[in-house]
């Protein structure tokens, strides 16, 4: 049963989503398509190519290798371009191979071939896992990629039935078949909402960033309400494990703002003692690197951020700019010690910011002389559980 409600909670989750509802059924006919290519690929080595079975291992083994070495260079490539758009020329790119593949006359071009499908096939499997971690909040991730694993499997297992059809249809024409499939999924992560036209959106939002210092920033406010709190609560699970008392004083000690589109949240190496969870809208944070400015994180409601500079005392790493308007709860760092006194909530503070101080290379932390160490070892240290008598 939990398995079920589980699976029930990510597709509630990817289809309250437009990009993750995209991604959803936009993937749907490129997994038929890799079913029908992986399943028809030994009888297409044997009886188009009279490859041998060795040879057939060494197709399945070149694929690999070349998926591993772009994946590695993902690793410095993948914010060059948006996750949508790394799918989509991926896919467009493995459908051109699945094409050439089923048109190959020898043995050795059908190896080179699957050397090329392994070195593109990765970026799209790249973005897929981007656009889920930066959709979603941490709480609900795990189930999301549980659904979306799913739905992959099943659509392999349906490519795969479909290679039944071999026994009316030539071997070749199936596999072209299975471009034809990826290539619909191509096109429709280029025009779905949310994968669609990624390029427009991410000059966008490295535009917002370069005006930060700039924009126009948060004003006073007002106060919280315990409805405030119950709506991120909706966003952000573990808060839910607070008790009235806490959601009380945390209301009565936090602030709301609304923020239009253009506003800078925060900006890099300002000093704060405050951190942000987001309850509706969406931000992006980035910082410039070296005359580059770099997006580093896009935030959705349940999100938060700030956390290290109210932690820490250092100054503010990067600038957070609302994207569109958004709603922020913005919690000092007296209240926000408090919060993550709960040992659920403080799992999640810490590896949150242990993920962003690798991701702006601040793990060596005795380099930053205001750091509070004591801070860090409040957060390392687990409360006590109390004991039976």
Known sequence: ??????????????FGTSILRSLFIG?????????????????FAL???????????????????????????MARLADRLREGQWIALSYLGVASAFFLCALAPSVPLALAINIVLGLLNAPNYVGRSLVI??????????????????????????????????????????LIASSLLVVATGVLVLVMPGLGQPAAEWRHAIRLLRTAPAAPGLGLGRAATLADLDLLAMRLPALAGLSAIDRKN??????????????????HGERSDAAYFILDGRAVAGHDEGGEYRALEVLNPGDFFGEIAALTGVPRTANVVAEQPTTVLQVPAVTLRHVISDPQLNRLFLSKLTERMVRLNMIDLPRFAGLDQQSLRELRTPDPQPTGR
């Open 1 to 14: 049963m939990t398995v079920v409600r589980n699976l029930h909670l990510g597709l509630s989750y990817l």
């Open 27 to 43: 993937c749907i006919p490129a997994f038929l398509g890799y079913g029908l290519f992986n399943t028809m690929l030994l009888p």
């Open 47 to 73: 009886q188009a190519l009279h490859a041998t079975e060795f040879e057939y291992g060494l197709m399945e083994g070149l694929q690999s290798a070349g998926f591993v070495v772009t994946a590695l260079l």
């Open 133 to 174: 971690q930066r959709s979603t909040t941490r709480e609900v991730r795990g189930r999301v990629n549980s659904a979306f694993l799913v739905m992959r499997n099943i659509m392999y297992l349906l490519g795969m039935a479909a290679a039944g059809l071999a026994d009316l249809f030539d071997v070749r024409w199936l």
């Open 250 to 267: 945390l209301a009565n000690q936090t602030r709301v703002h609304e923020a239009p589109a253009g506003t800078a949240i925060v900006r």
